[in-house]
């Protein structure tokens, strides 16, 4: 299992408005819990921190779909799961194809047919998300393209997202729960599990363990009724901590 070196506060410990921001974001998947309940930490800087964050994300002046392709992008290179998986959903929810998604993980940019503006965004994104100035060449070609404020926002946008990124690899900072798997092959029906963790656990027809979630918190209770099973039936996988590649280079 991951060991976060700053582990996240559970959420009854959280400001309300934090809490209220978790509420309104379910949709970003249960790593959201472990990001939240690490600024928690420090509220004033969580304030200022997911502020920074809505302006980029709902105010801002890019076209969105370039916004996504910027993420995912800025995600791929710095090899953050939790932040490529949360975005990779936020660019269908826009249309971008699936295929254009895909190309943003790729080590070679050029294998996908970019517009001009879309091909600046990614080459600048690769120099910017590991700190690299761009080349007058690139800001001469980006400034043909884009607004003042749009440079400037782009410019932030990677730079709030590799911040993102590297904070959460940085603290080693759960993409999310543990996967959980059950050998129903194996299973006994000792009903230690279900006993120990029922908001995990629980019984079918048959009296064979089923599953309410597949992918929980990882809570003690969780660990205690995995290491109970006699039969060694339930198998805990830990969350990612890497994208489907090393950062790339």
Not at 108 to 127: G, I, P
Request: hydrophobic share 45%.
């Amino acid at each position: 299992m991951v060991t976060p070196r700053i582990a996240p506060l559970p959420p009854d410990t959280w400001p309300p408005a934090l809490r209220e921001l978790l509420d309104s974001s379910r949709r970003d998947g249960p790593g959201r819990e472990n990001l939240f309940g690490t600024l928690a930490h420090h509220p004033p800087l969580a304030e200022a921190w997911l502020h920074l964050a809505h302006v980029l994300t709902h105010q801002g002046l890019l076209e969105p779909h370039l916004r996504e392709l910027a993420m995912l992008r800025t995600a791929r290179r710095l090899g953050s799961p939790y932040v490529r998986a949360r975005h990779e959903g936020h660019a269908r929810d826009i249309g971008v194809a699936q295929a254009a998604i895909a190309a943003t993980a790729a080590a070679d940019l050029d294998a996908y047919d970019w517009s001009a503006r879309e091909s600046a965004t990614l080459r600048a994104v690769d120099l910017l998300a590991v700190g690299t100035a761009l080349p007058a060449p690139l800001w001469h070609e980006l400034s043909g393209v884009f607004s003042t404020p749009q440079l400037l926002e782009l410019l932030v946008l990677v730079g709030q997202c590799a911040m993102v990124c590297t904070t959460l690899n940085t603290l080693h900072t759960p993409s999310g729960g543990p996967t959980v798997r059950v050998d129903p092959a194996r299973c006994c029906s000792a009903g230690q599990c279900v006993s120990t963790a029922p908001e995990v656990f629980a019984h079918d027809e048959d009296g064979l363990v089923t599953l309410v979630a597949e992918r929980p918190a990882a809570t003690d209770r969780l660990r205690l009724a995995a290491a109970l099973c006699p039969s060694g039936a339930i198998q805990l996988t830990a969350p990612a901590t890497t994208t489907e590649g090393a950062p790339l280079s």
